[in-house]
């Protein structure tokens, strides 16, 4: 029988070194509040549920992730009186009885399921406390994980630790894991007789240790465990974030000529034999099919590129723009909710927003649907096979029918039958020798200016 899991993510910090009014862990990384991230990385390892602790004043906290964390408790604390005191807010998630409790923090964003399914499989085997721990260049500063054959004995703060101990690299990365059954003893049994007058979770090890438990720590990657407290952590995290993802995609089998210039959303879906050209940005829900080409300094969101298709040099596609099967949109070419149909053509120098293109239909430079009258969105139809012109404008709503024509310069207000010719343009008048007279014209009127 699998084992119940919670979820205990802390996100009560105010995280003022942000300089920012969005509370700390709502600051995103790949579009996602960071606490998502790491509710994610929980559930991954097979976490049923969540529960977050927020801060006094969390109303925002609580209503942004509600729409982001399926199902969801949460709880305040009301004083900030340390980590242990933080878990206990959520003693009435806790009491529902869990085989185990993982509790993690919502600035740590980058920490990966593997890391928490580890963790998992040490309470499994029988411990009572895990606490992940790490091994940075530089471990001045942090708490140390003292281990006695292969039990982690306790966890000394830097200030309070033994030159012997000092030396030691193996350190606490604030994320533990515990048996369900256990916690509430033990985090109730942790005092606040330091200092800060604080309750410490750190103080657990101790506390299981003395009830008889085993105590084990793990090892992550530095960067699984890296905090975010300022703008330039969140940088340096977004960072580590799309270096990851750009090599599961290319390990995937996606070609990226210039990886490092290629820009990630949270929910990006790439399929392999797709060829991304340096400086793509892909923004939220994007999907791309086998055989797309993303040419350069294109932006996407919003989108699903259909086998086949090419999109860009200089493309932007925006919320629901769909191309199907070797469909083209091309450079300096904006589409915007509209169905781009198989093989048809949007090249270059055009807007495509509320509309459906039939395939194989080809649509000239500088084309434009015009589809918003000021106060309602319409919609432009182009059937299968039908040539539109450049610097042709398409009022909507209107149909343009198969295999039907739109002269270049038209500006089309009514329906295009099937195979019809559309000319919607003022026929062309020559006047001989006015080009000089103009000319003279122009001339003397900027002479009189200057006078």
């Known amino acids: 029988?699998?084992?119940?899991?919670?979820?205990?993510?802390?996100?009560?910090?105010?995280?003022?070194?942000?300089?920012?009014?969005?509370?700390?862990?709502?600051?995103?990384?790949?579009?996602?509040?960071?606490?998502?991230?790491?509710?994610?990385?929980?559930?991954?390892?097979?976490?049923?549920?969540?529960?977050?602790?927020?801060?006094?004043?969390?109303?925002?906290?609580?209503?942004?992730?509600?729409?982001?964390?399926?199902?969801?408790?949460?709880?305040?604390?009301?004083?900030?009186?340390?980590?242990?005191?933080?878990?206990?807010?959520?003693?009435?998630?806790?009491?529902?009885g869990y085989d185990d409790v993982l509790v993690m923090f919502g600035d740590t964003p980058l920490v990966r399921p593997e890391v928490m399914q580890q963790a998992r499989d040490r309470l499994a085997a029988g411990a009572s406390v895990v606490v992940v721990g790490f091994r940075p260049d530089d471990p001045t500063g942090y708490g140390r994980l003292v281990e006695q054959d292969g039990a982690l004995v306790a966890i000394r703060?830097?200030?309070d630790a033994s030159d012997e101990e000092k030396?030691?690299?193996?350190?606490?990365?604030?994320?533990?894991?515990?048996?369900?059954?256990?916690?509430?003893?033990?985090?109730?049994?942790?005092?606040?007789d330091n200092a800060k007058g604080e309750y410490y979770m750190t103080d657990a090890v101790e506390i299981a240790r003395g009830r008889g438990g085993q105590v084990v720590a793990i090892e992550a990657p530095v960067e699984d465990v890296v905090g975010v407290n300022t703008r330039i952590d969140l940088a340096a995290v977004e960072a580590l974030w799309q270096a990851r993802a750009r090599e599961r995609f290319l390990s995937q089998g996606v070609t990226m000529t210039a990886p490092d210039t290629v820009f990630f959303h949270h929910d990006t879906a790439i399929d392999?034999?797709?060829?991304?050209?340096?400086?793509?940005?892909?923004g939220p829900g994007v999907t791309v099919r086998t055989g797309a080409r993303i040419r350069s300094f294109s932006h996407l969101e919003g989108a699903i590129v259909g086998e086949g298709a090419e999109v860009g040099?200089?493309?932007?596609?925006?919320?629901?723009?769909?191309?199907?099967?070797?469909?083209?949109?091309?450079?300096?070419?904006?589409?915007?909710?509209?169905?781009?149909?198989?093989?048809?053509?949007v090249n270059h120098l055009t807007y495509v927003g509320d509309a459906t293109i039939g395939a194989h239909a080809n649509i000239g430079a500088g084309t434009i649907t015009c589809n918003y009258d000021g106060f309602n969105k319409h919609?432009?139809?182009?059937?299968?096979?039908?040539?539109?012109?450049?610097?042709?404008?398409?009022?909507?709503?209107?149909?343009?029918?198969?295999?039907?024509?739109?002269?270049?310069?038209?500006?089309?207000?009514?329906?295009?039958?099937?195979?019809?010719?559309?000319?919607?343009?003022?026929?062309?008048?020559?006047?001989?020798?006015?080009?000089?007279?103009?000319?003279?014209?122009f001339k003397a009127e900027k002479d009189a200016k200057k006078g």
Do not use: W
């Not at 392999?272 to 892909?282: G, K, L, Q, R, S």
């Open 1 to 96: 029988m699998a084992r119940s899991c919670l979820t205990i993510i802390l996100a009560a910090g105010q995280g003022t070194r942000m300089k920012s009014a969005l509370p700390k862990v709502l600051h995103p990384v790949a579009g996602l509040p960071m606490a998502a991230h790491v509710a994610d990385a929980a559930a991954a390892a097979g976490s049923e549920a969540v529960a977050v602790v927020v801060g006094h004043g969390g109303d925002q906290v609580r209503s942004v992730l509600e729409g982001v964390l399926r199902d969801a408790s949460f709880h305040e604390q009301t004083e900030q009186l340390g980590t242990a005191h933080a878990v206990l807010a959520a003693r009435e998630a806790l009491e529902k």
């Open 272 to 282: 392999p034999d797709v060829t991304i050209e340096p400086n793509v940005v892909f």
């Open 313 to 345: 040099p200089f493309a932007r596609l925006r919320p629901g723009a769909h191309l199907a099967h070797k469909a083209k949109v091309g450079n300096f070419c904006e589409v915007k909710k509209a169905e781009i149909g198989e093989g048809a053509k």
């Open 379 to 441: 919609l432009t139809e182009i059937g299968a096979n039908a040539f539109i012109g450049s610097n042709s404008a398409l009022v909507a709503p209107v149909r343009i029918g198969d295999s039907a024509y739109v002269a270049s310069g038209s500006v089309v207000t009514v329906d295009v039958p099937d195979d019809a010719v559309a000319f919607g343009r003022a026929r062309q008048e020559n006047k001989p020798d006015m080009a000089s007279k103009l000319r003279a014209r």
């Open 167 to 192: 030396a030691i690299s193996f350190c606490n990365g604030g994320i533990m894991a515990f048996s369900g059954i256990e916690i509430l003893p033990i985090l109730d049994a942790v005092k606040n």
């Open 157 to 159: 703060e830097h200030r």
